[in-house]
């Protein structure tokens, strides 16, 4: 019952600063070993990925508005432009002032600069490509098998359909994966600490051969899998931002030593 309370207020358009408070976290997640969508090299194609926590849900407005008042650099109006673009928190009233009414959406409008330094701020850091795509690829039941999973594939794709235009959601609606962790595959992008490791651009098609094989037609024959369109557009999304990027559906988590 208690879950219901954020969704309520946010259709009714009521006020929910600290109503309910999203799940605990961070969340461990035991490490392992990960398959890639898009491998290091054609002889790696597995990785290791330690233990590590990661925060149970995206952080909210509730949580980047207290960030903010301690971090002035960061309101509205005060990054430099290298560090942030002229879209960053383009939809907050003021320099703490979000414009939506229900602190437990994820917050949006941010840059991978803020979100790092946000992440400083807790002592923890941005997650990695490897450790964000480890612990998505967890089920509601199971550590692995996301990708395959028919309950998880028809949610990404919900989402997908909404467009970017969908409003957005209060965190933990949702069911968390075997890790506890909720909304990964539904709400908003995510930034990660390497976002532009593997880039699909045309704009590099003169790196070389190798780097050849990530863009275009291509692309798909790099892949891991060349029929799990999730992780292609999860890849893609990254690839298209600069670290300055602000978008209203791109968010964050952040991760912490085990």
């Not at 941005?126 to 998505?136: D, G, I, N, R, S």
């Not at 989402?159 to 933990?172: D, F, H, M």
């Not at 990254?238 to 602000?246: E, G």
Request: some cysteine.
């Amino acid at each position: 019952m208690r879950a219901a309370v954020p969704t309520l207020l946010f259709a009714l358009g009521g006020t929910a600063w600290g109503a309910e408070p999203p799940p605990a976290s961070p969340r461990p997640v035991d490490g392992g070993v990960h398959t890639p969508f898009y491998p290091a090299s054609v002889s790696q194609r597995t990785v290791s990925v330690g233990p590590f926590r990661l925060d149970a849900t995206p952080v909210t407005v509730d949580d980047y508005r207290a960030f903010v008042v301690g971090s002035p650099e960061w309101q509205k109006g005060d990054p430099p432009a290298i560090f942030a673009d002229s879209s960053y928190l383009r939809s907050w009233t003021g320099p703490t002032e979000p414009s939506v009414q229900d602190g437990h959406v994820p917050v949006t409008e941010v840059s991978w600069f803020a979100a790092r330094a946000y992440c400083q701020s807790k002592s923890g850091a941005l997650p990695t490509v490897h450790q964000w795509e480890y612990a998505a690829d967890a089920t509601a039941t199971a550590p692995h098998g996301a990708r395959k999973d028919p309950q998880t594939l028809a949610l990404i794709l919900a989402w997908y359909g909404e467009g970017p235009a969908a409003a957005l959601r209060p965190v933990a609606q949702r069911p968390p994966n075997h890790w506890g962790l909720h909304d990964m595959h539904a709400g908003v992008w995510e930034w990660t600490l390497d976002f532009s490791s593997l880039l699909i651009s045309a704009d590099n098609r003169e790196s070389g051969e190798a780097e050849n094989l990530r863009f275009c037609g291509a692309g798909a024959l790099s892949a891991q899998d060349v029929e799990d369109y999730a992780s292609f557009m999860r890849f893609a999304m990254r690839s298209s931002l600069s670290a300055s990027s602000t978008t209203a559906n791109m968010g964050f988590r952040c991760a912490y030593p085990r």
